[in-house]
């Protein structure tokens, strides 16, 4: 049995952590978030140590180590994305592993720090790229390198997630503490396509705002054009209908790669290898971390060349401004 501490146990996604944890047989010891709406711990660790305060969740956890003889193998890290690099370096000096959501930093110069520290410590970096090992995405992997090398495959990329005004207020909305779109929700497809199709050899951003970006990539094997939103006005009328508020689709050469299910235990997945020592390193992650640092750069074209259709819907103001 491993001993585990969760940094952002109040986030959105530290569920699936916390029942990743208990999956594998493992034990929380301790966990952290300025806010305190954390029951979902009584479903899996209700004897865990919570904290809102981290100078004092930081002090527990050297009171176990030094006071009680009890070691702490992994932290968890399920923080907003700009502190996602502190984090990584707390659980590092602790003398932890850690296992960071994605993105695991902000930006590209942020892996170099932290490959050192990790090289000085000797501890790992472990992200979660949980795409990586959906079913249909390896299969379509395995159709790729199946394919005749010279195969250069058509995709429309297209992720929709509908998100309320309260985004916008959260730091979600801040593009200096989330990334902007493309990196908060959209991280995890880019490095699913480079995984698959390979190296981007062009990056280009049609449209970037505060609710949606588009763009279009050229791969080794690829030519991919995207769009993200979560602005539920960009659904298709088919998905409006039907009253659903999140659209997920790619299409390759035309045909629709459905991938819409076999999310739900991803995580605990991820976990599994990781505790196999076959987790995903700080370097799996570069590249997509590359990828999104690009297209925030970047100064939007508008509708030139090929653009993903989806591009060309009316745009519309922040709603916070008149």
Known sequence: MKNFALIGAAGYIAPRHMKAIKDTGNHLLAAYDPYDGVGIMDSYFPSARFFVEFERFDRYLEKLKYDEKVPLDYISIASPNYLHDAHIRVALRRGADAICEKPLVLNPW???ALERL???TGKKINTILQLRLHQTIIDLKKRVEEAPKDKIFDIDLTYITSRGYWYYTSWKGDVTKSGGIATNIGVHFFDMLAWIFGDIQQNTVHIHTHD???GFLQLERARVRWFLSINEETLPDAIKAKEQRTYRSITIEGEELEFSAGFT??????????????GYTITDARRAIETV???REQTPIGLKGDYHPFAAKKLTNHPFQK
């Open 212 to 214: 949606r970006a588009a």
């Open 118 to 120: 990790s090289e000085e």
């Open 293 to 295: 640092h690009q297209i």
């Open 265 to 278: 235990d991803l995580h605990t997945r991820s976990y599994e290898e990781i505790l196999k020592g076959n």
């Open 110 to 112: 942020n892996i170099d």
